[in-house]
């Protein structure tokens, strides 16, 4: 098992900044990558960005300028950089893991940018 905890989110106005935080413990030797996830109520959970063990990043197209995925994904928290956040940008945003076919997710934090 892989358990996720992240931190970071929070309310901010438009054009603000945020930092995002997912740490990795259990079993996480062979982690194949980590990345970030969005969903809005009643919508699809949506890719963010994520990055492989071997850190190569990936990310959505609309967020791709604006946001940026760092860190290792076993022995440091990974990280979700996001500036210039918009309103639409408010979703809760969730830590995510693939193991060995398996997937893991964290609990989810919420971000919200007022207008």
């Known amino acids: 098992q892989v358990q996720l905890v992240e931190s970071g989110g929070g309310l901010v106005q438009a054009g603000g900044s945020l930092r995002l935080s997912c740490a990795a413990s259990?079993?996480?030797?062979?982690?194949?990558?980590m990345g970030w996830y969005r969903q809005a109520p009643g919508k699809q959970r949506e890719l963010v960005a994520r990055?492989?063990?071997?850190?190569?990043?990936y990310y959505a197209d609309s967020m791709k300028v604006r946001f940026t995925i760092s860190g290792d994904n076993t022995k440091k928290p990974v990280y979700l950089q996001m500036k210039s956040l918009k309103p639409e940008d408010k979703d809760v945003y969730y830590c995510?893991?693939?193991?060995?076919?398996?997937?893991?997710w964290g609990q989810g934090t919420q971000v919200t940018v007022s207008s």
């Open positions: 995510h893991v693939f193991r060995g076919g398996d997937n893991y």
């Open positions: 259990g079993r996480i030797f062979s982690i194949n990558g």
């Open positions: 990055i492989t063990s071997g850190g190569a990043t």
